[in-house]
């Protein structure tokens, strides 16, 4: 940890280090283990071994590879429940915004400005007293300053490409943006620091059980095919909208169920929209984003019912619609579907109510324990996944016959963190000493914060390494090879879609990098040129489906379009 050249055997996230995880898995008995790396999962884990619990976690794909890969990507306060007058919730998510900011993650969560542009007459009185309430409870919360009034000249000049006619003033205020796959990579891997045993491509295939209860999981690994037992005295289901279908594996449903809500976000190139922050702006049914992350804006989301595949929702090109003529609301130059470069599409798991309408469902969490020897954990939202992770642990040790301690991860920074500030602002003189230009240096701190110096000393091992990806050049090929060796990555698609953001970032999704990508992982990850071409194809036939379905006009002609490519990991069939 903390970059000091730790060699890649010892890595936790390494192959080695994974197949150590899968053997402790198999032959130690376990006080807890958490079924799925999301982030939910993800912090359930570190919570529980930094309380000195012997901890395990399991994940049928990658890290995040579900909802929390395709969220907002914001440490937020959530504006719309102040509406529902929910402002427990406001403040707790506030409270784990600035945590973030602080503390934890202070490398991957920065603050990003906003303005709210008033177009409505009885704009002005209403968002602004609710933009003051939501100041006044975020007042000092890591973001830069305090909300500010803008008339209508000085947002025509934060906003260029607004429409003049219709943007009366705004409202200027911070939120916390995050890369959230890399985010929750970095959670298991603090986790697996601190000593928890974790393994992804690892799907659970059914419940050990013991009279009435629950001891323990049966568990395949799904690169090798192997299937093995894990024993623990406890199981935290943190599937998220897989919840349902793991409980019906100890004998159907708990005292909750889960609906899955997808929202989609599309990927326009920075030069489309003329403006100085991001824009937040009320629609008829819930928030619309415009965000700025790196050369691109981020515009989301939708929020509709979804009852068809779990593992890879589609987008159809009525979502991405629904998206382009609600940013066109503001626009003096409308967007148009030849702008969109990107489309990823991720689903929710809410708290199912009793309104039909998803956008009304909870994004609460609940706790339950449906048989002994279990605790099910679902619902919340992104920013308070840390809450939820204490809470899923507090259950589970709740029958333990040991005192346990409190939960202490208000105080465990990420890896990553200790050191960042200090490297952050050495970091012209880091470059200078590294030959690096400075913007390099800085989109490797905010990636890898002060464990850069492993990327470096990768560059060191190999001076090639140094240079851009071609086809991806926003990222160095050692950054390629990092992902397979520190960071879990055991296919194209994983470091393609999660580790980068290729995957959404260039308008060929990555496939012009898919070859030189197998190539640089193909020594780490023991690969011959069989797997390479393997992988490469399977990754060109995902952007292929996925193009496809964009183009479906409905969710299940989408669907159905994205379903013709199969996942990598599902060539191992189901005991």
Excluded at 487 to 492: D, F, I, P, Q
């Amino acid at each position: 940890m903390g970059g000091r050249g730790v060699s890649i055997t010892q890595e936790p996230f390494s192959p080695a280090g994974r197949e150590a995880a899968l053997a402790r898995l198999a032959s130690e008995e376990l006080d807890v283990l958490v079924i799925g790396g999301g982030v939910v999962g993800a912090g359930a884990a570190l919570d529980a071994v930094t309380r000195g619990l012997n901890t395990g976690l399991v994940e049928m794909r990658d890290y995040a590879a579900g909802t929390s890969s395709r969220s907002t990507k914001l440490f937020h306060g959530g504006l719309r429940y102040l509406e529902q007058f929910n402002f427990a919730l406001v403040f707790e998510a506030l409270k784990e915004r600035s945590l973030n900011l602080e503390t934890l993650a202070p490398h991957l969560v920065h603050p990003v400005e906003f303005i709210y542009p008033l177009t409505k007459a009885f704009d002005h009185a209403y968002v602004s007293l609710g933009m003051g309430v939501y100041d006044v409870m975020g007042s000092g919360r890591g973001v830069p300053h305090h909300m500010r009034y803008m008339r209508r000249s000085k947002a025509a000049d934060s906003f260029p490409s607004g429409k003049r006619s219709q943007i009366s003033g705004a409202i200027s205020f911070y939120e916390g943006q995050v890369d959230d796959a890399r985010h929750t990579m970095m959670i298991s891997r603090t986790a697996a620091a601190y000593g928890a045993a974790i393994a992804n491509s690892t799907r659970v295939e059914r419940f050990l059980r013991e009279d009435d209860r629950v001891v323990g999981v049966v568990a395949r690994d799904l690169e090798s095919g192997k299937e093995f037992e894990i024993r623990a005295q406890h199981v935290i289901n943190a599937a998220g909208v897989w919840t349902d279908e793991i409980q019906e594996m100890v004998g159907g449903r708990g005292s909750f169920r889960v609906r899955a809500s997808k929202g989609v976000h599309v990927l326009v190139p920075r030069n489309r929209i003329n403006s100085a922050t991001g824009i937040i702006h009320r629609t008829e049914k819930s928030l619309l984003f415009i965000i700025p992350r790196g050369g691109h804006w981020v515009i989301g989301t939708t929020d509709t019912d979804w009852d068809l595949d779990l593992a890879h929702p589609a987008a159809s090109q009525n979502d991405i619609d629904y998206l382009l003529d609600h940013a066109n609301a503001l626009l003096a130059d409308p967007l148009t579907r030849e702008d969109v470069v990107g489309v990823y599409a991720g689903l929710r798991p809410l708290l199912a109510g009793e309104d039909e309408s998803t956008s009304t469902l909870s994004r609460e969490h609940a706790v339950a324990s449906p048989v002994r020897g279990l605790t099910v954990i679902a619902g919340g939202k992104y920013t308070t996944y840390r809450i939820m992770g204490k809470d899923a642990v507090d259950n589970a040790v709740h029958a333990m016959d040991r005192v346990v301690p409190p939960s202490v991860t208000e105080k465990i920074p990420l890896i990553g963190a200790d050191g960042y500030h200090g490297a952050w602002n050495n970091r012209h003189q880091i470059a200078k000493r590294t030959g690096l230009r400075v913007h390099v240096l800085e989109h490797l701190l905010k990636r890898y914060g002060s464990l850069y110096t492993q990327v470096l000393e990768l560059i060191d091992e190999r001076p090639e390494l140094g240079e851009p990806l071609t086809g991806g050049e926003e990222y160095l090929k050692a950054e390629i090879v990092y992902a397979a060796s520190h960071e879990g990555a055991l296919h194209l698609d994983d470091i393609l879609a999660r580790r980068t953001r290729l995957s959404i970032e260039v308008r060929d999704r990555g496939v012009d990098a898919a070859a030189e990508v197998a190539d640089l992982v193909a020594p780490v990850l023991g690969w011959g040129p069989e797997q390479k071409a393997k992988e490469i194809e399977h990754y060109t036939l995902r952007v292929k489906a996925e193009v496809e379905s964009q183009k479906q006009l409905d969710d299940q002609t989408a669907d159905a379009a994205r379903l013709g490519a199969p996942d990598v990991r599902v060539g191992i069939p189901k005991a």
